[in-house]
């Protein structure tokens, strides 16, 4: 069983900046690919960011050039920089383990809300 934490969720103004943070408990970080999706009421989830378990990395087209996803192995976490917020760019966000040597198996946490408005 794998449990996953986010954190740093919470308000801002337009043209502002956060970090979200995704921790692991539970399994080999290392072998862990993860990404962010973000979702509001009414519309499908969407992909953020991702990052392989090498580190590389893709985002989503409304994201794109505004976001940087990172990893930090020996802490088990996952970090997503974004700036330049707009106020699309509100949603719940939530994070997915991808469990790469068990048949890609998906873990996700509750999410963190990010509200961008002035």
């Known amino acids: 069983q794998v449990q996953v934490v986010e954190s740093g969720g919470g308000w801002v103004q337009p043209g502002g900046s956060l970090r979200l943070s995704c921790t692991t408990f539970g399994s080999d970080f290392s072998r862990i690919a993860l990404g962010w999706y973000r979702q509001v009421p009414g519309k499908q989830r969407e992909l953020v960011a991702h990052?392989?378990?090498?580190?590389?990395?893709n985002y989503g087209d409304s994201v794109k050039d505004r976001a940087i996803i990172s990893r930090d192995n020996a802490k088990n976490t996952m970090y997503l920089q974004m700036n330049n917020l707009k106020r699309e760019d509100s949603a719940n966000y939530s994070c997915?383990?991808?469990?790469?040597?068990?048949?890609?198996?998906?873990?996700w946490g509750q999410g963190t809300l990010v509200t961008v408005s002035s």
């Open positions: 990052i392989s378990t090498a580190g590389a990395a």
């Open positions: 997915a383990a991808v469990l790469v040597d068990r048949q890609y198996q998906y873990y």
